[in-house]
């Protein structure tokens, strides 16, 4: 998390640097700053909150210089206020930090040993003052930086610039990524490549334990033993237009309504509708071989990934073994080489999933990731790309990328049924056939969004909310509790309906709205009877199903949403969208920053 902007320029660099925070604010929004060196000296100047106020800062008081690097902050170390903000100095070295360096607390004591005093609580100052104390110590600004980066520990993504030197950035690489951009008698560094789309698209990524030094005319890029590296310089994809809301009030809005287009291009991308077949992707692992599937991701994503073990399991009888991906990295799981291994990102960056996937790598397991930016480090690492092609997804809490993971799951599923042997071509004709009517069938879910919009004016009074649903249905569960948390910041939690009588009944009295997923399935009635068990303790349902749901259930309901019938592999893709719709409009009736909700970031780049 955080953004990390440098541009080694010819023209005055502030305004440049603060448009390219602007792509990189889905990384973190809780202060802001830019440094420059104006007439000789380094200046900057920092705002808490979103980048807005850091653009009213410069306006009141604008940064000359030529040269400057830029940060969008995701507190990790010390509250999120101005004096905590990126750049931080010492002396004469300023420095923009993503990541956690481990050992900062012994550092910082050895600093304060040595006479430096520390102006914020973050791990980063420290950073500024070892490359300072290296300068002190009579190394140039190259070789002081490469010297305290030696004595880091953690992750870090550095852009580190020197008072005496504006033709020098010093950009360093140990997990979050980092992007080197090549101009014409300027350099620049990001984050990301969308970051610094506006200015080149020409991209050098820095591997893990690259540094490099970036002046105007030329790029060296370094090992952590010092030795020359070559890395490659390539054409980047990512677009220069900053994505706007169009006619919708939120981004997160916006995407919700994009799902129907979006999912039948993700869709396209893995069936072919005119055959009835899943196609045949170049895969390096073989379906009908493989015995087992690792499935590793985080949040939402996560959330995805355990509705593709459903479909894996039933549809090609393929045993999957799923993890969040911040406890797979550690469980050092057996993992055999005939298992293949997946991890599903929308950025393709989030620090535990490619821990997760560098993990599998180590094992010689083959790798695919779903991923939505196809620049990212997971998508470069993987061995091969599967991705979703949402478009850019802007609001924090994740919605369209979700839709679109459940549908290449769902594609894949089929097409391991099919290589298993587990699915006749018929079948698969019949299945892709039901694909097909995913996007139609969307565009009619998102015609209850007025019904929903009620059904959360008063769910927007409560202090809990439960959400029940069994099979495919219990992710989705978990899935409607998780965004309706991020977004209103009322307490939920999902559930298993058939785990609810072994505690969390105990919670239901006439305060605790009851969301149920429940479609007409094999198992509706199972489902209608834990209803029954809540109904009887006074709790208040609040049941999303369809048609012939809705007929046959003889409860009384709070609300009742009621969707189109439709094929089972496709009622998960369906059914997330209610859920989105719910959450996204009680946060609005609660006054939430429903697309940058608090304490959150859209990138995770650290664990
Ligand atoms: C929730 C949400 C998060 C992400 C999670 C993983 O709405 O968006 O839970 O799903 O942080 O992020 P990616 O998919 O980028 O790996």
């Not at 916006?254 to 196609?279: C, M, R, W």
């Not at 409607?480 to 009322?490: C, F, R, V």
Request: hydrophobic share 45%.
């Amino acid at each position: 998390m955080c953004g990390i902007v440098g541009i080694v320029g010819h023209s005055p660099v502030a305004p440049l640097i603060v448009d390219a925070l602007k792509r990189l604010e889905y990384r973190g929004y809780d202060s802001a700053g830019v440094a420059t060196i104006e007439h000789g000296a380094l200046a900057r100047r920092r705002a808490e909150g979103k980048l807005i106020n850091l653009e009213r800062r410069l306006t009141a008081d604008p940064l000359d210089g030529t040269i400057g690097i830029g940060h969008t902050r995701w507190a990790t170390h010390g509250v999120p206020n101005e004096t905590n903000a990126h750049p931080h100095f010492s002396d004469d070295v300023a420095i923009v930090h993503n990541g956690i360096i481990e050992n900062f607390a012994e550092l910082r004591s050895e600093l304060e040993k040595d006479g430096y005093v520390f102006s914020s609580q973050t791990d980063t100052e420290v950073v500024a003052h070892l490359v300072s104390r290296e300068l002190r110590r009579g190394a140039r600004p190259v070789d002081a930086a490469f010297r305290a980066l030696k004595q880091l520990r953690g992750a870090f993504a550095l852009a580190i610039m020197f008072k005496g030197d504006d033709d020098l950035i010093v950009g360093a690489r140990n997990g979050p990524p980092l992007a080197v951009g090549h101009g014409e008698g300027e350099m620049f560094l990001g984050s990301d490549a969308i970051a610094l789309a506006p200015f080149t698209d020409s991209i050098t990524y820095l591997e893990d334990g690259d540094w490099a030094v970036i002046r105007r005319n030329n790029i060296q890029i370094f090992d952590m033993s010092g030795e020359p590296v070559e890395r490659l310089r390539r054409q980047s994809i990512g677009t220069s237009f900053l994505v706007d809301k169009g006619n919708h009030r939120h981004f997160m809005h916006k995407e919700i309504h994009e799902q129907p287009e979006v999912i039948s291009h993700t869709l396209g991308h893995y069936v072919d509708f005119t055959n009835g077949t899943a196609k045949a992707l170049d895969l390096p692992w073989d379906f009908a071989k493989v015995d087992r599937l690792a499935i590793s991701a985080c949040g939402t994503a996560y959330l995805a990934g355990l509705v593709g073990k459903y479909w894996f399991e039933r549809l090609a009888r393929l045993p999957v073994d799923i993890d969040v991906a911040s406890e797979f990295r550690y469980r050092e799981m057996p993992i055999s080489k005939n298992s293949a291994a997946l991890f599903v990102s929308q950025s393709g960056e989030t620090a535990d999933t490619l821990a997760s996937l560098r993990y599998c790598r180590g094992e010689g397991v083959p790798i695919g990731a779903i991923v939505n930016v196809r620049e990212s480090t997971m998508a470069r690492e993987a061995d091969v790309i599967l991705p979703t092609l949402a478009g850019p997804e802007i609001g924090v809490a994740s919605t369209k990328a979700f839709t679109c993971q459940l549908s290449v799951m769902a594609s894949l599923a089929i097409r391991a049924g099919v290589a298993r042997g587990h699915i006749a071509k018929g079948e698969e004709q019949v299945l892709v056939r039901q694909l097909a009517e995913a996007a139609r069938l969307a565009t009619q879910v998102i015609k209850l969004e007025d019904q929903i919009e009620k059904v959360a004016r008063d769910l927007a009074h409560s202090r809990d909310v439960l959400y029940l649903g069994r099979d495919t249905n219990y992710p989705l569960a978990l899935e409607g509790a998780l965004k309706l948390k991020e977004l209103s910041y009322i307490h939920a939690e999902g559930y298993a309906a058939g785990e609810l009588k072994h505690g969390p009944i105990a919670l239901i009295d006439e305060n605790m709205p009851v969301v149920v997923i429940a479609p007409h399935d094999r198992i509706f009635e199972k489902t209608v009877s834990n209803m029954q068990e809540v109904a009887a303790r006074g709790g208040k349902i609040i049941l999303i199903t369809d048609e012939r749901g809705a007929a046959n259930s003889t409860l009384e309901t709070l609300d009742t949403i009621v969707l189109p019938d439709m094929p089972e592999i496709i009622a998960p893709i369906l059914y997330a969208l209610p859920v989105q719709m719910l959450a996204y409009h009680t946060a609005v009736f609660m006054g939430t920053d429903v697309d940058q909700p608090r304490n959150l970031a859209k990138s995770v780049t650290v664990e």
